[in-house]
C-alpha cells in the first residue's frame, strides 16, 4: 500500500512562483505514482492584489479551510502532511494555526518554503516566541543552500532537506544565442520578465538603460509582465519619458504561451534587478537558462544557487544602477562571452532545474520523512 500525503500547499490562480509549483506537484505522475496523494489549496487570494491583505471574507475562508482541513486529516489519516507556509507577515498567523492543529492531531509535518523573512522577524518578542513553536517537531524544505541562514536559529541543520525548483521542458526551443544576434534590426534586446512592482528592479533597471544611452549605445529592452497598484502601463511612461527612453524601452503587458515565448527567443540578455524582500528562487531566471539566455541579477535571496557569477551571468549588488550598467554594456558587445555565458547557462539548467530533476528530489525527500 502507497504511503499517504495530504499536501496542503498554494495553486493557482494567482499565478505566482509557489502556486506554480504546487501545480506542479498536483499534476505530477512520478509524485502521484509514488505516494496515494491527497490535496488542498491553501490559497485564499483571489488574485496577485488580494494577496497580503486582510478582511471579512478572508477570515471566514480561512475558518472553512481549517475545517476542511481537520475532516480531511482526520478520514484520509496521512502518514506526512505537507504544507507550504509564509515565514512572516499576517498570512505567517494563519499557517501556524494550521501547522499547530495538524501537530496537535499527532501528524508529522514537513514545510516546504517558498518564501522568507523569519530571520528579519525572529527579534521580535511575539515572532520568536510563535516560530519557535512553529518550528518544534517538524522538518523543512528549502530552495536552496544559501536560504539556511533564514531558519537557522530554529531549525537544526539535519531536520532540512534542500530541493531546487524546476519548471517543465520547452515543447519547442528557439534557437540558442548565437542565432539571437543575426536580427535584422542588429539591435541587441535585452529583456525583463516579471510583474510591474518596483521591489522588482524596475526603476533601477530604467536608471541602468538611461546610463547606456547616455552613452550612445543602441539596444531595445522588452517588458513583459502584468501591471500592478505600484506601476501600470501610464505611470510606466511616464518614467520612460522621464529617461528621455522612448523606443528603447518597451512594456507589452502580460503574454503567455507563444507570446511569452517569442520574447525569450528575440532576447540576447536577461535581466532581473530584484529586491522583492520575499525573493526566494524566480522561476523566471530558470525560464531564461532554458533558453540559452545569460542573466543578470541580485543577490536576493537563493539567486546565488540559480546564476554562476562570471559563468552563466552577472550578480549585481541591489539598488546599484551603475553596476549593473556596466554588466549590460559588457554583454552587449562581447558576443562570445554572451553565448558561452547561455550555453552554460543551459547545462547547468538540464544538470539541476528541470521538472525531472525536480520531481525526483521531491519523492526522496517526502519518502525520507513518511511515518510507516
Not at 507570446?259 to 525560464?287: G, I, M, Q, R, W
Not at 541580485?298 to 559563468?311: A, H, K, Y
Request: contains cysteine; proline residues 3%.
Amino acid at each position: 500500500m502507497k504511503p499517504k500525503i495530504l499536501f496542503i500547499m498554494h495553486m493557482p490562480p494567482p499565478v505566482h512562483g509557489a502556486a506554480m509549483v504546487g501545480q506542479y506537484i498536483h499534476d505530477s505522475k512520478l509524485i502521484n505514482r509514488e505516494f496515494d496523494c491527497h490535496y488542498i489549496n491553501l490559497t485564499t487570494a483571489k488574485n496577485l492584489q488580494d494577496i497580503g491583505k486582510v478582511g471579512m471574507r478572508k477570515l471566514l475562508d480561512f475558518f472553512k479551510l481549517l475545517k476542511k482541513i481537520r475532516h480531511e486529516v482526520k478520514v484520509v489519516k496521512p502518514q506526512l502532511v505537507y504544507v507550504t507556509p509564509n515565514a512572516c507577515g499576517g498570512a505567517f498567523y494563519k499557517d501556524f494555526v494550521v501547522v499547530q492543529m495538524i501537530k496537535a492531531m499527532g501528524y508529522r509535518v514537513v514545510a516546504h518554503y517558498h518564501n522568507k523573512g523569519v530571520a528579519t522577524h525572529q527579534n521580535r518578542w511575539l515572532a520568536n516566541a510563535l516560530y519557535k513553536r512553529f518550528f518544534k517537531g517538524i522538518k523543512v524544505i528549502l530552495l536552496s543552500e544559501c536560504l539556511y541562514d533564514d531558519v537557522r536559529k530554529y531549525v537544526d541543520r539535519r531536520d532540512v532537506f534542500v530541493c531546487a525548483n524546476g519548471i517543465p521542458a520547452l515543447q519547442v526551443c528557439c534557437s540558442d544565442s548565437m542565432l539571437r544576434s543575426a536580427l535584422e534590426d542588429d539591435i541587441h534586446h535585452f529583456l525583463f520578465l516579471s510583474n510591474l512592482l518596483i521591489s522588482k528592479g524596475i526603476v533601477v533597471l530604467l536608471d541602468a538603460l538611461q546610463i547606456l544611452k547616455d552613452k550612445g549605445h543602441r539596444f531595445v529592452c522588452d517588458f513583459v509582465g502584468g501591471e500592478t497598484v505600484e506601476m501600470d502601463a501610464h505611470m510606466f511612461a511616464e518614467e520612460v519619458a522621464k529617461r528621455g527612453l522612448e523606443g528603447m524601452a518597451v512594456y507589452h503587458g502580460r503574454k503567455y504561451g507563444k507570446d511569452k515565448e517569442a520574447f525569450f527567443c528575440s532576447a540576447d540578455v536577461f535581466v532581473f534587478p530584484t529586491f522583492y524582500h520575499n525573493e526566494c528562487f524566480p522561476l523566471v531566471l530558470l525560464e531564461a537558462m532554458e533558453h540559452g539566455l545569460p542573466c543578470i541579477s541580485t543577490t536576493e535571496g537563493g539567486i546565488p544557487g540559480i546564476i554562476e557569477d562570471g559563468q552563466t551571468g552577472y550578480l549585481v549588488p541591489k539598488h546599484d544602477a551603475q553596476a549593473l550598467a556596466e554588466k549590460m554594456q559588457i554583454l552587449l558587445f562581447d558576443t562570445d562571452l554572451r553565448c558561452n555565458m547561455g550555453k552554460n547557462g543551459r547545462d547547468k539548467f538540464e544538470r539541476e532545474f528541470t521538472l525531472e530533476v525536480f520531481e525526483k528530489r521531491m519523492v526522496e525527500i517526502l519518502s525520507n520523512n513518511v511515518k510507516y
